[in-house]
């Protein structure tokens, strides 16, 4: 199975702060990469596809880059409503598997 | 717009059987692969299991071969999920998601929560 770490497990940002979660495939699984987001309570909403993708009504503050088997979801300017946990998902094999989520808090 | 829409989650003993419903609309439900996805208490996403959309491939997790059992019905638009031998580890919420021709999951349904316990 491919394994998906995510850092930082949780940080504390500031409303306006640049902040940037990092997920590493345990092997090569091209840009067959997703992010979700979720609140407590709510199911997730897709966020990035491909690597780098938005879905469809997703706000262009959130963008995601890979370099090799490592790959980044950026939040340009953290916004009240983006608070929440964020997963990675690979989604080149079976079984898919997720990032432990990393939960952003405001500080 | 997109909607799907969980059932029959509840409280069940160990050992027993549940089955889980996912009713979709606003879309050709019939065009689309399906996922399970489950989340237990406090804990991060665990997939479960994708069916395609005309129903021909199926894949599980480890965790779930052989107890769990995914169907669909493209005349009714609702996906399913049979769950035997339940065990206190299958505690979790459920969610349905969409899958694109790609293997991406675009939509989530709002979840069904199953709690296994005597």
């Known amino acids: 199975d491919i394994q998906m770490t995510q850092s930082p497990s949780s940080l504390s940002a500031s409303v306006g702060d640049r902040v940037t979660i990092t997920c590493r495939a345990s092997?090569?699984?091209?840009?067959?990469l997703a992010w979700f987001q979720q609140k407590p309570g709510k199911a997730p909403k897709s966020l990035i596809y491909?690597?780098?993708s938005l879905q469809s009504g997703v706000p262009s503050k959130f963008s995601g880059s890979r370099s090799g088997t490592d790959f980044t979801l950026t939040i340009s300017s953290l916004q009240p409503e983006d608070f929440a946990t964020y997963y990675c998902?690979?989604?080149?094999?079976?079984?898919?598997?997720f990032g432990q989520g990393t939960k952003v808090e405001i500080k | 717009q997109v909607q799907l829409v969980e059932s029959g989650g509840g409280v069940v003993q160990p050992g027993r059987s549940l089955r889980l419903s996912c009713a979709a609309s606003?879309?050709?439900?019939?065009?689309?692969?399906m996922h399970w996805v489950r989340q237990a208490p406090g804990k991060g996403l665990e997939w479960v299991v994708v069916i395609w959309y005309d129903g021909s491939n199926k894949y599980y997790a480890d965790s779930v071969k052989g107890r769990f059992t995914i169907s669909r019905d493209n005349s009714k638009n609702t996906l399913y999920l049979q769950m035997n031998s339940l065990r206190a580890e299958d505690t979790a919420v459920y969610y349905c998601?969409?899958?694109?021709?790609?293997?991406?999951?675009?939509?989530w349904g709002q979840g069904t929560l199953v709690t296994v316990s005597s």
């Open positions: 998902q690979q989604y080149n094999s079976y079984p898919r598997t």
């Open positions: 998601a969409r899958d694109t021709d790609n293997g991406v999951i675009d939509y």
């Open positions: 606003g879309f050709t439900f019939s065009n689309y692969g």
């Open positions: 491909a690597a780098s």
């Open positions: 092997q090569g699984i091209s840009n067959d």
